[in-house]
């Protein structure tokens, strides 16, 4: 049977992203009918709102979705953003005007996480639904303002946490929902950051907590709705410990950046930009308009961000976790273990390091008096962190109809994901437990 746009079930299934989109609709009705083309804008216009959003969107969707406008704060950038996007829509440094001009029925939200909220509120005030990169929010303010406009105006908030998408993590999340496990009653999860990716923080502007918050909420607001999802739990009380060890003011010397540093032939950290042209064009060459510059040195005073975390959460459920983040690791990956009433699922994930580990996924329910079974884990599927980019846009864009637990994350997960990392903070700061309903109240 052919959908509006004359294309079969079969047809779409197979060509949106192959075998891992078929599976995650596979015996789930029908795809919601195709709707006329949506016009959609974005704010921030940086690396992620090219490769994982303007790009794929005109490459992937030209029959659903309309790209008609480009916002930035730097007036260069957006035009470097527009050309390497392949884009033709205006683009503008005022974002009012193009709500006003370009006339969005979706605004998708890729700033620098400080900035998400406030460009949330206004779009939604001025009757546009919206999207928005992790973390929704950064601090417990901006998360109330956020879901108070989200009330009052009645649009719609999606927040496009990715990481659900990996057939990995969707296959952990089916495992615990058929009761493998049992009850599940703790969950251990260690996550490495190396010395490239965990670095890459350091640089630039996640480095200052006015502008991510930390990578308690920046980085670990991921792996926190991972949890929330997979557990069906939100945390209530948060107690954490954290430093900053390797980066910072505790690096051997400093500079401003690697280009021009005089150290970078004893710096194990120097990182050479110019050997990427469109990292170059899109940041060293936009360096005139707002001083932004991409190669930071990891080693610079101002850090006053944490590169060594630890956490111990208590969720609704019942369930207590106790979380790590390593930010100068040799390895890339995590270790992650759901301890239950009738055994413990356990995952080592192994994404970057500088040998062979035999496997990259190695997943196995280990049952309570009894054996010890391996998982196979679905490969990829796609592209970007572990095919759950793509698939994260096929089901935004396709409206593709997915089962309960694969539905788009709301406000609500946006929310209990960053205010894990900022109870967090400020359990650190305040060297004391914090509950979640002392930072933001709900229903
Ligand atoms: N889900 C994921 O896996 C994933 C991966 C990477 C980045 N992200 C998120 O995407 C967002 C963008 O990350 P990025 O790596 O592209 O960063 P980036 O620094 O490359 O780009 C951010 C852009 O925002 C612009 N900007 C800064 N302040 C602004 C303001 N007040 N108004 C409008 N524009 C402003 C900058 O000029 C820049 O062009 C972040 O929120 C990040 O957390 C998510």
């Known amino acids: 049977m052919a959908n509006q746009d004359g294309v079969t079930r079969r047809e779409f299934v197979t060509s949106a992203t192959g075998a891992a989109v078929g599976a995650l609709v ?44 480009l916002c930035d704060i730097n007036p260069l950038r957006v035009e470097v953003a527009k050309r390497q996007m392949g884009a ?16 969005p029925d979706v605004v998708m939200v890729t700033t620098v996480d400080a900035f998400h909220s406030q460009y949330l509120v206004r779009a939604m005030e001025r009757g546009v639904d919206v999207m928005t ?7 417990e303010m901006q998360c109330r303002a956020v879901l108070d406009a989200e009330k009052k105006t009645g649009r719609k908030i999606v927040v496009t946490h990715n990481y659900r998408y990996a057939p990995k ?12 496990i049992g009850r599940i009653t703790s969950v251990d999860f260690t996550w490495f950051l190396d010395t490239t990716h965990g670095a890459d923080y350091f640089r630039r502007w996640h480095r ?14 991921h792996h926190f ?34 280009r021009s540093c005089p150290h970078k032939d004893k ?38 961000i944490f590169d060594t975390m630890n956490a111990v959460v208590k969720y609704s459920n019942g369930v207590n976790m106790s979380y790590s983040v390593n930010t100068f690791m040799p390895v890339e990956g995590y270790y992650l273990a759901f301890n239950g009433t009738k055994g413990r699922l356990e995952v080592r994930d192994y994404e970057r390091q500088a040998w062979d580990p035999g496997e990259e996924t ?39 109809d997915a089962p309960a637990h694969m539905r788009l994350p709301d406000s609500r997960a946006g929310a209990m994901s960053c205010l894990t990392g900022i109870a967090a903070r400020k359990s650190i700061d305040e060297g004391r437990p914090i509950k979640i309903a002392d930072l933001v109240k709900f229903a």
Not at 208 to 221: E, I, Q, T
Not at 370 to 397: N, T, W, Y
């Open 362 to 400: 190695g997943m196995y329910v280990m049952k309570s008096f009894g054996k010890r079974i391996k998982i196979d884990v679905p490969p990829e599927g796609g592209e970007g962190h572990g095919g759950g980019d793509q698939r994260l846009r096929d089901l935004i864009f396709k409206k593709i």
């Open 169 to 180: 993590h969707q296959k952990i999340k089916e495992l615990l929902m058929g009761g493998e």
């Open 88 to 103: 033709t829509c205006p683009t503008y440094t005022n974002f009012d005007d193009m709500l006003t001009k370009a006339k």
């Open 208 to 221: 200052l907590r006015a502008k991510s918050s930390s990578l308690w909420v920046h980085k670990a607001s």
């Open 26 to 69: 596979a015996g789930q009705g029908a795809i919601a009918a195709v709707q006329a083309k949506r016009r959609y804008a974005i704010v921030g216009t940086g690396v992620r709102a090219i490769g994982m959003w303007g790009r794929p969107i005109l490459r992937d969707y030209p029959d659903l979705v309309e790209l008609v406008g």
């Open 267 to 304: 710096c194990s950290f120097y990182w050479d930009i110019n050997k990427s042209p469109n990292l170059v064009a899109l940041y060293n060459d936009c360096e005139s308009a707002d001083g932004y510059q991409r190669d930071g040195c990891v080693f610079k005073e101002d850090i006053d």
């Open 225 to 258: 709705d991972l949890v929330n999802w997979w557990i069906d739990g939100e945390p209530v009380q948060v107690s954490a410990l954290g430093s900053l060890a390797n980066y910072g003011k505790s690096g051997p010397f400093r500079h401003t950046n690697c």
């Open 133 to 139: 990169e992790k973390p929704m929010v950064i601090d």
